[in-house]
C-alpha cells in the first residue's frame, strides 16, 4: 500500500516518538525535545513498539532515526528511571525489600531496556542513524543497534556511564567492539570522553559526517531510499546472513548463506532484474 510523504504509522501514537513514512522510507524521531531527547519510561516502552510497527509494514524498506531539537539524545532520564530501579517488592508484611529483591527488580529492569534496543537490531529491514549534537549514554547504544551511522559536524558521542558510576549495560560494550577496534572501544567507555564527528568518523562510528541537522537526516533519507530502491527480499537476506554470521567460522557462514539462497533465490524480482538489464531500463522490484 503506497502512502503519500510524511504520513504516520497508522496504529502507532507515542508522547515521545512520532514515526513518518515517505514512499519505502520510514523514519522515527525522538520527539521530546524540550528534555533533549532524554530517554525515560515512555521511551523504553514505545521504542519497541514503534521498530515491531515498522517491521510488520511490507512496503518499509529502510528505516531512519533521527531526532527533533538541538539534540540527538543526552542519554538516560536518570530522575525519570531512578524510581524505577531497584524497588524490589517487599514481603508484604511492612519490611523494606531487601537487597536481593532491589536486585532482581532492576535486573528486570535492565533487561526490558535492553530489549528495547535490541528490538532496533532485530529490524528485519536496515536501520539508519542520523545523529546531531549529542549522542550520550543510551544513545550510543541505540546507535550501535542501528546497521549505519552518520552525523552531523556538530555531533560528539560519549559512552558516559562511568562519569555517573554505571556500567554500561544496553549493549555499548557488547555491539560497539563488533564496530570499533578494542582500543577506540576501552578508551571511550573507561573515560567517558566526548568525541567529535570527525574523529567519530575517523575511528568508524560513524561512515560519514554532514555539515548539519538538516544536511544529516536528508543525507541518511537518502542512502536510505537507495537502499529501498533494491530488491527489498535481497536485502532483508543480506541483513539476515550479516546477523548470523556474527561470530560464526567462514565455512558456518558460507553454509548458511547456500541455505538461505535455495530458498529464497528463486523470486520474482530477480526476474525483473536480469530482465531490465536485458532491456536496458531501471528495474521495477515488487518484493515478490
Not at 531487601?98 to 536486585?103: L, N
Not at 539508519?128 to 547504544?141: L, P, R, T, W, Y
Amino acid at each position: 500500500m503506497d502512502t503519500d510523504p510524511a504520513q504516520g504509522i497508522a496504529g502507532f501514537s507515542s508522547p515521545v516518538l512520532t514515526l513518518e513514512r515517505d514512499g519505502h522510507v520510514a523514519v522515527v524521531w525522538l520527539d521530546r525535545a524540550e528534555k533533549r531527547n532524554a530517554m525515560g519510561p515512555e521511551f523504553w516502552r514505545d521504542l519497541p513498539r514503534a521498530m515491531t510497527a515498522l517491521g510488520e509494514e511490507d512496503d518499509v524498506r529502510a528505516v531512519v532515526i533521527a531526532a527533533r531539537g538541538p539534540h540527538f539524545t543526552v542519554g538516560l532520564d536518570l530522575v525519570a528511571m531512578g524510581s524505577l530501579a531497584g524497588s524490589g517488592t517487599g514481603p508484604g508484611d511492612g519490611r523494606e525489600p531487601s537487597v536481593a529483591s532491589r536486585a532482581w527488580a532492576t535486573r528486570a529492569q535492565v533487561h526490558k531496556m535492553q530489549a528495547s534496543v535490541t528490538a532496533v537490531a532485530e529490524c528485519p529491514v536496515p536501520v539508519i542513524a542520523a545523529v546531531h549534537g549529542a549522542c550520550i549514554g543510551g544513545g550510543v547504544d541505540l546507535i550501535a543497534a542501528c546497521d549505519i551511522r552518520l552525523a552531523s559536524a556538530d555531533a560528539y558521542f560519549s559512552v558516559r556511564e562511568t562519569k555517573v558510576a554505571i556500567v554500561a549495560d544496553l549493549g555499548s560494550l557488547q555491539r560497539l567492539p563488533r564496530i570499533l577496534g578494542a582500543g577506540h572501544v576501552a578508551e571511550l567507555a573507561f573515560t567517558g570522553m566526548d568525541v567529535p564527528a570527525e574523529r567519530a568518523a575517523a575511528i568508524g562510528l560513524v561512515n560519514r559526517v554532514s555539515a548539519d541537522q538538516a544536511s544529516v537526516v536528508a543525507d541518511a533519507k537518502a542512502l536510505a531510499a537507495e537502499i529501498a530502491a533494491n530488491p527489498p527480499i535481497a536485502v532483508r537476506g543480506t541483513k539476515a546472513v550479516l546477523a548470523a554470521g556474527d561470530g560464526k567460522t567462514v565455512a558456518e557462514g558460507l553454509d548458511y548463506v547456500a541455505t538461505w539462497n535455495s530458498g529464497f533465490l528463486s523470486s520474482h524480482d530477480l526476474v525483473e532484474a536480469m530482465t531490465a538489464f536485458a532491456e536496458k531500463r531501471p528495474p521495477r522490484f515488487t518484493g515478490d
